[in-house]
């Protein structure tokens, strides 16, 4: 419908510039939004105010002119002038309803598109230290980036998902001494126990297997525990394999997978750091100071420079980054989203400044990034800060095993990424209409409920029937509910383009208001075929665009509840 109403205003810019009452080079971008008082129609144009300057007359006047030269369409019950110069349509019933029909016959194929025309692009989230188990902040990384991807996917690209492993550095060395001190029976409370030693119980459960020389199965890696408390290194990829198979099945029990899994070290490994500090200096970009090794990062963008090489030879965690994303944009990914949490806000000047003085051809402002706010976990109103696993925060798991996977996902990717977020346990465990996952749910599942009630009593849904009469769907809570699951194909392209998955969470709400608001005020089980197969298809029609939703959402679509 929105398409139909552009349409017939480009026809009617078109013939005003022949009858010379536009310039013949205006070349408007025709917007058409729905309007929020249906008093004024069920679309609406502010066009007669953007060309009203370059017409040299006053808006309504325009907009007089506009509506009289709109084409003739069926599509189209009436069109009115609203205060200075906006132009409202009213969409007749029968094309208003045709929406059903689109849905239906798309089925899980609504709302997607081939806007991406199969472009590659990387989407790189969660990326944890292998440490630990997966904090909830990692959790809200994981949720938006996996709705970005799905987003991405369902709109036309050839989405890559990555996980970069920092599986290098100090915080590595402090894991291996952590579980060594374990394994030599050690505990938090000795004075030996390492300054920056990891204290969460997981570390317990580490030390005894290997201790037990039990042999780990991750990813990419099956390692077998030398049982030495004296051997560090063994020690170290033991613990390193341990926690990335516990990060494993964290991420499986949440319902994110990867493509790719990305180690640091590789990097030291196959001489892609040097090869990137090489480059920087021959291109004439960096300088000694102090010992160390600096980046005149100051002429790409950045408010000071930076150390990428350590007085005592190590390299800053800087460094391993530019040399990572160049591999990156070696591997082809044109389009890079990285989805990382605010902590990581001072890295995205200094890394963009590093890859342009490679001078590789990557263009300024490359790679894009989505940065996440804190989580704060409560219940019953008070902050919940320790898990006794891990030690000293929330993780993924508690969540997941206090409220399920289906609410833990939408409520971290239902608000915007860069809003610190509040998860409340009991309302995510509730069963009301508080409860944004359970309403959105709870709507797929009562039209569910609706049409095994119609076969109960013997009043099986007519699909023929139904597309015939679909002009019978009269009433405002009907043309809400329509209206709303038209917009469903630009939710998913615009939240795509702008990263922003929250988008569809928010959709799927306002639709869920405007059926369970249309289920109560209009009655489906009447006796005339014709009007109740029509409720019936505009029923499925909903349930399908809420399916569609939720799976964008990585949100199941429950039958019952």
């Excluded at 370059?54 to 019950?77: C, H, I, M, N, T």
């Excluded at 994981?142 to 709705?147: E, S």
């Excluded at 990829?237 to 180690?263: H, M, N, T």
């Excluded at 040097?274 to 160390?292: P, S």
Aim: proline share 3%; hydrophobic share 40%; aromatic share 8%.
């Amino acid at each position: 419908m929105k398409e139909t109403i552009i349409s017939l205003l480009e026809n009617a810019v078109d013939t005003l510039k022949q009858q010379g009452t536009l310039p013949a080079d205006a070349a408007p971008t025709v917007k058409v939004d729905p309007t929020k008082d249906k008093a004024h129609g069920d679309y609406a144009t502010n066009l007669a105010l953007m060309l009203a300057k370059p017409a040299g007359k006053k808006p309504r006047e325009l907009a007089e002119a506009l509506v009289a030269a709109l084409p003739q369409s069926d599509a189209v019950e009436k069109v009115e002038i609203a205060g200075p110069g906006f132009i409202n349509f009213f969409a007749a019933a029968d094309a208003a309803a045709q929406i059903v029909r689109q849905v239906l016959d798309a089925g899980d194929t609504f709302g997607r598109s081939l806007v991406g025309r199969g472009r590659k692009v990387q989407v790189e989230f969660v990326s944890a230290n292998p440490t630990g188990p997966l904090h909830v902040g990692h959790g809200r990384g994981a949720a938006i980036g996996d709705c970005i991807s799905r987003l991405l996917e369902a709109t036309g690209f050839d989405v890559t998902r990555e996980f970069y492993y920092n599986d290098a550095g100090a915080q590595i060395a402090n894991l291996a001494l952590s579980v060594q001190a374990r394994a030599k029976g050690l505990t938090p409370d000795d004075d030996a126990w390492p300054e920056d030693g990891y204290r969460g119980d997981y570390i317990i459960e580490v030390a005894n297997d290997y201790l037990a020389g039990e042999t780990v199965h991750a990813d990419d890696r099956h390692v077998t525990a030398k049982a030495d408390p004296d051997d560090l290194d063994a020690i170290r990829d033991f613990a390193v394999a341990w926690l990335r198979r516990e990060q494993d099945l964290d991420l499986k029990a949440f319902g994110v997978s990867f493509d790719v899994y990305f180690l640091e070290s590789s990097l030291y490994r196959e001489g892609k750091v040097e090869e990137a500090v090489e480059r920087l200096i021959a291109g004439g970009h960096t300088y000694e100071q102090d010992g160390a090794l600096w980046l005149r990062t100051t002429d790409f963008g950045d408010d000071k420079d930076r150390v990428m090489r350590k007085s005592d030879g190590s390299y800053t965690y800087f460094l391993p980054d530019v040399a990572y994303h160049l591999n990156k944009w070696q591997r082809g990914f044109t389009t890079v989203i990285n989805e990382q949490g605010a902590d990581h806000h001072s890295t995205v000047t200094r890394v963009r400044a590093g890859l342009q003085a490679l001078e590789a051809g990557i263009p300024q402002g490359w790679p894009d990034y989505v940065l996440h706010q804190m989580v704060m976990v409560t219940r019953s109103g008070v902050e919940v800060k320790l898990s006794k696993r891990a030690g000293s925060y929330v993780t993924v798991r508690d969540l997941i095993d206090e409220v399920g996977r289906d609410a833990t996902r939408f409520f971290l990717a239902a608000r915007r990424a860069d809003s610190q977020l509040t998860f409340d346990i009991d309302l995510a465990r509730s069963q009301s209409n508080d409860n944004p996952v359970y309403y959105v749910q709870y709507a797929h599942a009562r039209v569910c409920s609706m049409l095994r009630k119609a076969e109960a009593q013997g009043l099986n849904f007519d699909h023929d029937l139904a597309m015939v009469s679909l002009g019978r769907l009269a009433e405002d809570q009907e043309k809400a509910v329509m209206n709303r699951l038209a917009r469903f194909p630009e939710v998913v392209d615009h939240a795509a383009a702008s990263r922003e998955p929250q988008q569809v969470a928010q959709y799927l709400l306002d639709l869920a208001a405007e059926f369970h608001s249309c289920y109560n005020a209009v009655k489906v089980m009447v006796e005339d075929d014709e009007l109740r197969n029509a409720r019936l298809a505009l029923g499925l029609a909903t349930r399908q665009v809420l399916r569609n939703g939720l799976d964008l959402l990585g949100v199941s679509a429950p039958e019952e509840m």
